[in-house]
């Protein structure tokens, strides 16, 4: 009989069902009963009871058949492993029957009551089966087949421990899946119906994952890792590549599978890998954000054309000694903090200059001529980041200077990470949030269809999810997570590298004051507002005659004078809290609108966008998107009846106009 497909659209589910009409399942089984019965009929006369065998020769008769008869009925109960109870327990009441009616019938010989009791039991087993296939929705078993294979190779793997076919790959087992002609491999990457895989292949929630194809939405690849090593990370194999170049992979996380993460800071113009640029790390309080900064930082110190600075406003202090001492520059206070980044701003120009002048395009490891590259930490990066005109000036112009930007932060609300800089950031870290709507500000879409939930909050300190460059972004979905904690043995490996290089211990002019801030200059290096007498220049030797200077490149006038940048106040505003209610855009700046009619009131006369953060807490982190709260006070400095800021000469910073302006006096022209 032809088969024939009926397929209707389900409006609650969105899939499609289709009806296979295909007799052979339903009569392959009684027509095997019926052979078995000619069978034995013809073993009865050859070898059982009607051939009058001896006692020797029924004996290794019926062991023969009583050893194929076992065979059997495993083989039957081994294959249908990964199928529903009530069809395994149908196939081996049909197994067994066979076997046991072949047996009796064959050595008893043939009786009345011996074939009908043999009949009822093969026809109930043929109908028992029959029911389970109709019921289960299609004559061909396809949702038994759909995972019966993964499922065996997933209890394999978990049983046995050890990988094997081509689909075992990294620890994980690999599929690839086709969707029906007009069905969406999307549909398979819904948390609830991936959740049910793993039930049904009793594997962690976490542990199935959905990678749909580029090129048609009807592919896509289903991977399963039966053992998750998020929750046993691997020791840290100590520094990567220790006085080699930041050009080389940094080795600081490994996959859900125990591969290593490939991180590069610079870019590759043959490998056509982009730098990193700006990097987000997110993550709230625990989740591991320090101890990653801390191997980071730790790895780019042990390269020889590296320089790491590390800023943290809030709690720079409980860091360890031995990192504060050993980076090149440690910042723990927040006005130097913005200092030093609004001075990364014009660094920009003199590095791109100075790389440009030989004929680079960007920064260019090996390259001498280049100057160092340049690793900024920047922890707490919402307390020194305020200006969104900032943010986006340095992801767009540092990725190709040698400069890397490590922003850590909390949360990803409009207030603290704008969302016209997400489009612009190199590459991404997001450890433990809230949910998986807080990931989502940060991670692409496709990250998040995958199947992507860094939701864990701080129960998993270390997991994470990395989308950085010279990474597959099929493995953008793949859980990841840093090496087991061991900060010690980090450092102490760091220092002991730097005592054999005779830079360790550093000093107490790393931790370095308002006055002796050090900032780039024009000519790559790091230099303070006034000069180490120490550090004396050469030329002040008698002994050692000058330099001689190369007329087609002369040094800068005074390069040691330090960037002159404006200094930002640090203004706080207190709102007072409401109860949890909805606000419409409106409502929101109107809120805003208070909030500032409120400061004048209270003399105050500037202010940014960190001061409104208690906004976010007020109207909640969906009320504030799409408009941010730098959109919101631009909008706030538009000339007009309404007007109440104007933008001042620090960027970031704005000026509450002392008297509104009367509706009635404008357009009034003087005479």
């Given at each position: ?338 200092r030093y980044l609004d001075g990364l701003v014009d ?251 409120d400061a004048r009131a209270a003399g105050v006369r ?66």
């Amino acid at each position: 009989m032809a088969r024939q497909r009926h397929g209707y659209a389900d409006a609650a589910r969105g899939a499609a069902y289709t009806v296979h009409n295909n007799p052979w399942p339903y009569l392959v089984p009684p027509v095997a009963a019926v052979a078995n019965l000619i069978l034995s009929g013809v073993l009865s006369r050859l070898w059982g009871a009607y051939a009058q065998p001896t006692v020797w020769e029924v004996a290794w008769r019926s062991a023969l058949i009583l050893t194929c008869s076992a065979l059997i009925v495993w083989a039957t109960w081994a294959v249908g492993r990964a199928r529903k109870t009530e069809l395994r327990v149908a196939s081996m009441l049909m197994s067994a029957g066979s076997c046991a009616g072949l047996f009796v019938l064959t050595f008893r010989g043939w009786s009345f009551d011996s074939v009908m009791v043999y009949l009822i039991v093969m026809t109930c087993a043929c109908i028992l089966l029959a029911l389970t296939k109709l019921l289960r929705g299609d004559g061909t078993d396809a949702r038994a087949n759909l995972f019966g294979e993964l499922g065996e190779r997933v209890r394999e793997l978990q049983d046995v421990g050890k990988t094997g076919r081509p689909k075992t790959i990294d620890g994980r087992i690999v599929t690839h899946t086709e969707m029906l002609p007009g069905a969406d491999f999307g549909a398979l990457a819904k948390p609830e119906v991936r959740t049910a895989i793993a039930s049904a292949l009793d594997v962690p929630a976490g542990g199935v994952r959905m990678v749909p194809n580029r090129n048609t939405p009807r592919l896509g690849r289903m991977e399963v890792s039966p053992v998750d090593m998020l929750e046993n990370p691997p020791a840290w194999p100590g520094l990567s590549a220790p006085g080699g170049s930041i050009a080389d992979p940094i080795r600081i996380m490994v996959y859900q599978t125990g591969k290593p993460v490939p991180f590069y800071l610079p870019g590759d113009q043959a490998a056509g890998r982009n730098a990193v640029g700006v990097l987000i790390l997110l993550g709230q309080s625990g989740s591991g954000k320090t101890e990653l900064q801390i191997t980071l930082a730790a790895e780019a110190r042990s390269r020889r054309d590296a320089r790491v600075i590390y800023i943290d406003g809030r709690k720079g202090l409980q860091l360890p000694e031995a990192l504060r001492r050993n980076v090149h520059v440690f910042i723990h206070r927040a006005d130097e903090g913005e200092r030093y980044l609004d001075g990364l701003v014009d660094a920009v120009a003199r590095r791109a200059g100075q790389i440009g002048a030989h004929g680079h395009e960007q920064w260019t490891a090996g390259c001498g001529l280049c100057p160092a590259f340049d690793l900024v930490i920047v922890d707490e990066a919402s307390k020194f980041i305020e200006a969104e005109e900032t943010l986006v000036e340095l992801a767009e112009s540092v990725r190709s200077v040698g400069i890397c930007l490590v922003l850590g932060i909390q949360r990803a609300t409009g207030d603290r990470l704008p969302t016209s800089v997400r489009s612009t950031i190199g590459g991404v870290i997001c450890m433990g949030v809230k949910d998986v709507g807080e990931g989502a500000r940060v991670l692409s879409e496709e990250t998040i269809a995958a199947g992507a939930d860094p939701g864990w909050k701080n129960t998993k300190p270390g997991a994470l999810y990395a989308e950085l460059p010279g990474t597959d972004p099929d493995d953008w979905s793949l859980p990841a997570r840093t090496f087991k904690p061991d900060r010690d043995r980090v450092l102490d490996e760091l220092v002991g590298y730097l005592d054999t290089i005779g830079q360790a211990g550093g000093s107490p002019a790393a931790e370095v004051s308002a006055e002796r801030l050090p900032v780039p200059n024009g000519e790559g290096e790091l230099v303070t507002d006034t000069d180490d007498p120490d550090d004396a220049d050469d030329t002040d030797d008698p002994e050692c005659p000058p330099l001689p200077i190369d007329p087609d490149c002369l040094p800068d006038p005074d390069p040691h004078t330090p960037i002159s940048v404006p200094n930002r106040p640090r203004i706080e505003l207190a709102l007072d809290p409401r109860d949890g209610q909805q606000f419409t855009p409106s409502e929101i700046r109107e809120i805003f609108r208070q909030a500032i009619i409120d400061a004048r009131a209270a003399g105050v006369r500037q202010v940014k966008p960190s001061s409104f953060a208690p906004i976010v807490d007020i109207v909640g982190e969906d009320g504030l998107k799409p408009p941010t709260i730098s959109k919101i006070l631009g909008e706030l400095c538009t000339p007009g009846p309404t007007q109440l800021l104007r933008k001042a000469a620090d960027r970031g910073v704005y000026e509450i106009i002392t008297v509104t302006p009367q509706p009635h006096l404008v357009g009034a022209s003087t005479t």
